[in-house]
């Protein structure tokens, strides 16, 4: 293995993963810092809270085709090899640990003290997946909107992501001989995922969670039957 190339990618992953698009789209739009707003996090979900609907997806396709670019850098520069898949599982990981925690958005707390910003990894994951196995797409977007728009809470919808892909990296591992490196992959995203989300889940449990989609909606119709004008 060209162990430069390796370097190279591995680099580039964490680099290219790092983009805060969310927080460039809303400084653009509103002039405001997304780390002030909400949850603080620049993924989609939030800079839809921030600066609207279009500019959270337009985040979200940022932060899907970041991932996707990483992970064909992978494919291009690592030769084919016993490796290259995990290489390339690799990759996507950076890409997910970068969107998470940004060099670009370091703070500094205190003398010696620093903290790494960004948001939870949901899109970079999906994005990932699908560059690893396109045809995931097929499964993962209409289950990822299902979640959303029907059960409400964009933290579960994130987390269906990598859960998803999982079964289907270890369905492709089992039955078609495709590699495991691909399901660990999944394994690991998860793992990143949750510990992003862990605010979002202690809310889940509390029974406090944001909803949105059509559970958003029905609590309006309840809200304005309990409170009429």
Known sequence: MNYINLLTVLFCAYLIGSIPFGLIIVKILKGHDIRTIQSGRTGGTNVGRAAGFGAGALTGVLDFFKAVIAVMIAQELIPDGSWRPWVIGASGLLVILGHNYSVF???????????????????????????????????????????????????LATLSIAFIAFIIFTIRAIYYGASWAYAIY?????????????????RLIQGNERVVGIRTWIKAKQDSKNNPD
């Open 105 to 155: 958005l370091m703070e500094r707390l205190s003398p010696g003290k620093f903290r790494l910003r960004g948001g939870a990894g949901g899109a970079a994951c999906l994005g990932g997946s699908v560059a690893m196995y396109p045809p995931a797409l097929l499964i993962l977007l209409p289950a990822v909107l299902l979640v959303l728009l029907g059960v409400g809470y964009a933290s």
């Open 186 to 202: 999944a394994l690991l995203a998860q793992v990143l995922l949750v510990i992003a989300l862990i605010p979002n889940i202690k």
